[in-house]
Each structure stands twice: as structure tokens, then as C-alpha cells.
């Protein structure tokens, strides 16, 4: 079946730093794909809709400059966190919806990634 | 805007017992899907179902069944005879509309089943 990976899945990084974190569909075409974000024993909160070919959208509350995200191709999503504060501290789970024709999309969740920024 | 509600924060039971999670869902869109999903500690989600609005029966697969009720805008997810492994937070979800939408998480609900 499909599958959507996501590289790294755990990351500690220092603060100030920048981390790139890779979201892949395997075996399907994702020409969009989300991002979410998960604090420790909360839900998961939607921040961005990464899009190929076009500018990320982004959830209120969001900054663009800070969590920049690029589908660079019809597979692969990346999210970097630039100038990681220990506040970004959070599990990050990316997910990959896949068209079937009329039917609704089967969404497919990538393992997620833990980042901790010290 | 959607909003989904689990009222339920932890649960704990002692295995073999059964257990409902409940999840309302608020939307007024005609067409939506909801979901639920399995968060074990390792985090990655596990998709249990998807039921779209047009489809109210409910639906049984093992261990697990689903009451979908529109008139009360709830989505119950029941476990009969629970075991250890069913510890994990359950998330249900809602997504609007079919084509290229993200979810809308509920908060979850912490299952514990003591052996």
C-alpha cells in the first residue's frame, strides 16, 4: 500500500540552528501535502498546506519566515525550521492525500518527527 | 469552520472491559468524512476508519465497532473486551468536503486498559 516517510524521525538541534525535516510520498504522486504540528499531550494542529508548484498556505498563527516549506517535487515536502528556539520543541507529522477519481481521497500520515531544540 | 469534540481527556479501564469513546462533530458542510485514528507512544497514527456524511451505518470490524449518528452530529467509537494494547490516544477527525483538504483533530481521548 501507499506510504508516506519522513526523514528525520528524531532530531535534537541546538538553538539558533535551522532543521530540515523530509516528507516523502513512496509509491503515489502528492501534489499537495500537509504539515502538522503536536505539542506533548495535544492534538494535532494543522500549520501549513505545502503545494508543487506554488507558494505553501499557511494557518493563522503561523510564521511563513520561520517554518518554510518547499514541495520540490510530485514526492517530497520539505518543512525547516529556521532559527529553532526551544518553544519549537514538538512532534512533527506530515500527511499525503492521494485521489482516487470521484471517491474521497485516502490520506496517508507519515511517521512523524520529533524535534527537540536544547 | 469545523470543530471536533472529545469530552473525554483519560480513560481507564481493566481489561476485557468494554469501552466508548465519544466524538461530536460540528460542520455545515453536507459532505464530510470522519475519522478516527490510533496515536500509540511510538506516535505514528493508525488509521482504524473513514465514514463519509452519506452514510450512517454503523460498523463493526473485530474488536471495534463505530456508531455514526447525524441527528446527534456524533461519531462513538466502542472497544468490547479491551485488551493492554488497545492503550493509546484515539484522535477522531473531521475533513470536509472530498479532494485535497487537511483534518480537523479532536483533542483526543487517553485510553489506559490495566491488565
Known amino acids: 500500500g501507499a506510504v508516506v516517510s519522513q526523514h528525520p524521525s528524531r532530531v535534537i538541534c541546538k538553538s539558533g540552528t535551522s532543521v530540515k525535516i523530509e516528507c516523502r510520498s513512496l509509491?503515489?504522486?502528492?501534489?499537495?501535502m500537509f504539515w502538522y504540528r503536536q505539542f506533548p499531550k495535544q492534538s494535532l494542529m494543522l500549520m501549513a498546506t505545502?503545494?508543487?508548484?506554488?507558494?505553501?498556505?499557511?494557518e493563522q498563527g503561523v510564521e511563513k519566515d520561520k517554518f518554510l516549506i518547499n514541495h520540490a517535487s510530485l514526492t517530497l515536502s520539505t518543512l525547516t525550521v529556521t532559527s529553532a528556539h526551544p518553544e519549537d520543541s514538538s512532534f512533527y507529522i506530515c500527511?499525503?492525500?492521494?485521489?482516487?477519481?470521484?471517491?474521497?481521497?485516502?490520506?496517508?500520515f507519515g511517521p512523524g518527527t520529533r524535534l527537540t531544540v536544547l | 469552520a469545523q470543530k471536533v469534540t472529545q469530552a473525554q481527556t483519560e480513560i481507564s479501564v481493566v481489561e476485557k472491559e468494554d469501552v466508548t469513546l465519544d466524538c461530536v462533530y460540528e460542520?455545515?458542510?453536507?459532505?464530510?468524512?470522519l475519522f478516527w485514528y490510533k496515536q500509540p507512544p511510538s506516535g505514528e497514527l493508525v488509521f482504524l476508519i473513514r465514514?463519509?456524511?452519506?452514510?450512517?451505518q454503523n460498523e463493526i470490524s473485530g474488536r471495534y465497532s463505530w456508531n455514526f449518528q447525524k441527528s446527534t452530529s456524533s461519531f462513538n467509537f466502542t472497544i468490547t473486551a479491551s485488551q493492554v494494547v488497545d492503550s493509546a490516544v484515539y484522535f477522531c477527525?473531521?475533513?470536509?468536503?472530498?479532494?485535497?483538504?487537511?483534518?480537523?483533530f479532536g483533542s483526543g481521548t487517553r485510553l489506559q486498559v490495566q491488565p
Open positions: 500527511s499525503a492525500p492521494r485521489l482516487r477519481g470521484l471517491t474521497p481521497d485516502t490520506q496517508y
Open positions: 509509491d503515489f504522486q502528492a501534489t499537495t
Open positions: 505545502s503545494n508543487e508548484g506554488s507558494k505553501a498556505t499557511y
Open positions: 460542520t455545515r458542510d453536507t459532505t464530510y468524512y
Open positions: 465514514r463519509n456524511s452519506f452514510d450512517e
Open positions: 477527525a473531521l475533513r470536509v468536503g472530498a479532494g485535497r483538504r487537511a483534518l480537523t
